[in-house]
């Protein structure tokens, strides 16, 4: 191990969450295809080797100190991105069966990539808006956990994310600042959704002095037939 890998193993055993050799050669290897992807397409901001560790892995599976994830069985992560947060999280809850969204093709080319790289099963990589394939019945009001970190306001996030949970699921919102005036703005959101903030945790990150926010939603039914509506009109006309 190497002094990034050193820091990221000592920091997720404080955490209770010891790291195998095998899942520390997954991180590294992720780390590296990022980087030599990142120079064809964007993918990141942030390319230093321990910035990377720590804003998106730690960050990533930051998650997992707040939510259950042995308890979870399938997840989905809408825009995900790079495979934020839901790659980090499966290289160390392996049993977890993941579907991963996103609207632009060339991120899901690489997630595809790292999928077979890393040797992860169970993860299915989906190119499409958020609102179109909640009207699948195969994604529709099926999902234990859904996250999504970076994506939109929490009034918009919450039409994107909800129809995809199941209807005692959880949506799980990975926010920076402090979220307290986007979740008075949300709360017409979770009612139209049929959706209660469950609980807010607060952390910073470790040595960035960074503020992080997680947002816990419990869906309490089925999603009404209205929701989610068009693409592109969540975020042209939230819900307020
Ligand atoms: N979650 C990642 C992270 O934390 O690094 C990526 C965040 S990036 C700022 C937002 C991602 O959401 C982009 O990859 C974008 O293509 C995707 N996205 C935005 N709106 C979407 C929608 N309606 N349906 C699916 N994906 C969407």
Redesign the pocket.
Known sequence: MDAVENQFYDLLMAQGISLSVYQLKQFSDYYEQLVIWNEKMNL?GITEREQVYIK?FYD?VSLSFYVSLPDIQTLA?????????SIPLKIIFPHLKITI????NK?IQFLNHIVSFLHLDNVSCVH????D?ARNVNYRDHFDLVT?????KLNVLSE?CLPFVNKSGLFVA?KGSDPTDELNEAKYSLKQLKANLSKTFSFELPFEQANRHLIVIQKKALTPILYPRK??I??KEPLI
């Open positions: 990141t998106h990533s992560d809408i825009g995900s991105g790079a495979g934020f947060p969204v996103d609207s632009l991120r499409g808006r958020a609102e394939l999504a970190r970076a994506v939109a994107l990975m693409a592109g969540p975020s």
